[in-house]
Nanobody, 121 residues
Framework: QLAESGGGLVQDGGSLRLSCAAS????????VAWFRQRPGKERDWVAC????????TYAPSVKGRFTVSRDHAKNTVYLQMNSLKPEDTAVYYC????????????????RGQGTQVTVSS
């Protein structure tokens, strides 16, 4: 089971750090990705970190502003979001599993319930 936290309301240009914590199992051997669903839009891929924490990939829209990292000791993955824009407003979800770091949500076995991020202009 995965649980996201850290969402909230922030002004344009602000920062937030989202957390994705696993319970009941370890995510050490899993790739973990973040997706988001903006109002009226389909869910889209944001970033991914491989099981080792060495390789990270980002969607072009967030590259240079968002950073994904993981703390194996805490069984938690983070998404640091800087220079937030109103178009980043969305529900953010973390997923885990898969055999590679994919932008296809269907390859992941575990999903969280999401956390709302709202960026005001």
């Amino acid at each position: 089971q995965l649980a996201e936290s850290g969402g909230g309301l922030v002004q344009d240009g602000g920062s937030l750090r989202l957390s994705c914590a696993a319970s009941g199992h370890t995510t050490d051997s899993y790739h973990v990705a973040w997706f988001r669903q903006r109002p009226g839009k389909e869910r889209d891929w944001v970033a991914c970190i491989d099981y080792s924490g060495v390789t990270t990939t980002y969607a072009p829209s967030v590259k240079g502003r968002f950073t994904v990292s993981r703390d194996h000791a805490k069984n938690t993955v983070y998404l640091q979001m800087n220079s937030l824009k109103p178009e980043d407003t969305a529900v953010y979800y973390c997923v885990a599993g898969g055999t590679w770091c994919s932008d296809n949500e269907r390859v992941y076995q575990y999903r969280g319930q999401g956390t709302q991020v709202t960026v005001s202009s």
